[in-house]
């Protein structure tokens, strides 16, 4: 016996299914109309099934019929942006309804992809722009469709759609990268001078075609490695070599010679022995004072990563420095006069703070005027002002300021003081003896503590100010 059960049909009683078919059954009837009309049945049996039609279609479709449109609206709305939460608890027909709920939750689906999408690029942006050197990518034509912080502060202008090519006039730079672009090649490398800009700057320029599966439009990315700081540190480093040669030359060839001449010419002459004895002697503590500047200098460039972990008091640095020069003041009959704030300790090497001031001590005795004064005074300050080259330390800071009387020091010369070996012209010709390494020897020491030094020259009156900050941290 077959069971025609709903249930065992599987059909929902709830869903109204059965009604559902009947109605759309029904129409059936119109069938029976029109025999009716051919006397093929009974005229009040054909009439019974078109009042039956209009009754279901009524009663049955309709209300279905308008909820479709309310979905289909509803979908439009969704592809416009907007959102109409209310409409599911509107709907009385469960069809429709399960309907509008799974567009519901399609529409969060995409919508949850979206945003993915959009952290997505926004990661890649910032990503991009944190990296140090220039960057642009650019699509099959060579357009720019992005461009990192580096490279729109390089070029100063608005990089979107711009032919890369029109950003640097250089015929290699354009062979390359339609080379690159015309798929003859994978990647291209070079150097390059960038002649439309203000400095001029080299550069060591990478173009790289991405693989087919990049995203979008993006075909290559060219990278531009700023070589100007690199070629600046090669060429210190060869004049480092070059003056130290001559450095240790010089001494070595005075003592050569007259170690030669004692054993020749004035080999019986006392009075010339003595006097080439004592000028040998200088030399050598010049030779030894230059080997132990230049060690020095190596060991402090090996800590300069390394952030120092002592509390120091400047004001009682500065105090020994004072004391232990006393000497070479009275020599230069010069006073020192000092002005010290109440100051926090720091976080410092304390050797290497007492290291500074001795050098800008000495430094102000040797260059001043004799019977003049030296100026000596501290404060606290609120910040440690950007140097050009490195980050300096955040947050409160102390200034050391030593200030002395001597020859006017024109500013292109202020600019090259801590360079090593650089001494001035009218020190040379004065014969006024050092290595030429005490500066570059301070600010080194100063670019470990994070601090910076200001030099200023103004009616012959130079001042040194040291900043270093108050905490530093790791």
């Known amino acids: 016996m077959i069971n025609h059960d709903e249930e065992f049909l599987g059909i929902d009683k709830s869903s109204g299914f059965s009604l559902r078919v009947l109605a759309l059954s029904v129409p059936a009837g119109v069938i029976f109309l029109i025999l009716g009309m051919f006397d093929l049945l009974p005229a009040s049996l054909a009439l019974l099934s078109y009042i039956s039609i209009m009754f279901f279609n009524t009663v049955f479709l309709l209300p279905l019929s308008t909820e479709i449109q309310q979905v289909k609206r509803y979908i439009q709305n969704l ?6 939460e209310e409409l599911l608890k509107k709907m009385t027909e469960k069809e429709t309804r399960d309907l509008t709920e799974a567009i519901n939750s399609m529409h969060r689906f995409w919508m949850a992809k979206q945003e993915q ?30 461009a990192n912080l580096a490279a729109r502060r390089l070029f100063e202008v608005d990089l979107t759609n711009k032919d890369v090519r029109s950003l640097v006039e250089d015929n290699g730079f354009v062979s390359a990268m339609e080379r690159v672009l015309g798929l003859e090649a994978r990647t291209a490398e070079f150097r ?5 800009l203000k400095e001029k700057p080299k550069f060591y320029v990478r173009i790289a075609r991405l693989s087919w599966f990049a995203k979008g439009e993006v075909a290559a990315v060219v990278s531009f490695y700023d070589l100007s700081k690199a070629l600046s540190l090669e060429q210190m480093q060869q004049d480092f070599v070059a003056n130290a040669s ?3 030359r010089t001494p070595l060839s005075i003592i050569s010679g007259f170690i030669e001449t ?8 006392d009075k010339a022995r003595e006097k080439f004895l004592k000028i040998m002697s200088e030399q050598t503590v010049y030779m030894a004072a230059l080997i132990e500047n230049l060690l020095s200098l190596s060991k402090i460039e090996l800590t300069v990563a390394t952030p120092p972990v002592d509390k120091v008091s400047v004001n009682a640095v500065i105090k020994e420095v004072k004391n232990a020069l006393e000497l070479k003041f009275l020599e230069q009959k010069l006073t020192v006069k000092a002005q010290f704030a109440r100051l926090p300790k720091i976080t410092a090497d304390e050797q290497q703070v007492m290291q500074v001031i001795r050098n800008l001590l000495d430094n102000a005795v040797k260059y001043a005027t004799p019977e003049t004064e030296i100026l000596i005074a501290t404060q606290k300050v609120a910040q440690v002002p950007a140097h050009r080259y490195y980050e300096v330390g955040a947050g409160d800071a102390v200034e050391i300021s030593i200030a002395n009387v001597g020859v006017p020091i024109a500013q292109e010369d202020l600019e090259r ?17 050092g290595t ?9 020491i100063i670019k470990r503590h994070k601090g910076n030094m200001l030099i200023s020259s103004k009616d012959g009156v130079t001042t040194f100010k040291v900043y270093l900050p108050l905490v530093l941290e790791a």
Do not use: W
């Open 246 to 248: 001559h450095e240790l």
């Open 79 to 84: 592809a416009e942006g907007e959102t109409e």
């Open 117 to 146: 999408l959009e952290n997505r690029t926004l990661t890649d942006a910032a990503v991009l722009d944190i990296l140090p050197d220039p960057l642009v990518i650019i699509n099959k034509t060579g357009n720019i469709i992005g």
């Open 417 to 433: 003081l801590t360079e090593r070996f650089y001494r001035l012209q009218e020190h040379k010709n004065k014969n006024i003896k």
């Open 436 to 444: 030429g390494l005490g500066l570059s020897i301070a600010a080194q």
């Open 192 to 196: 390059l001078c960038l002649k439309e």
């Open 262 to 269: 004692l054993m020749t010419t004035a080999k019986d002459d």
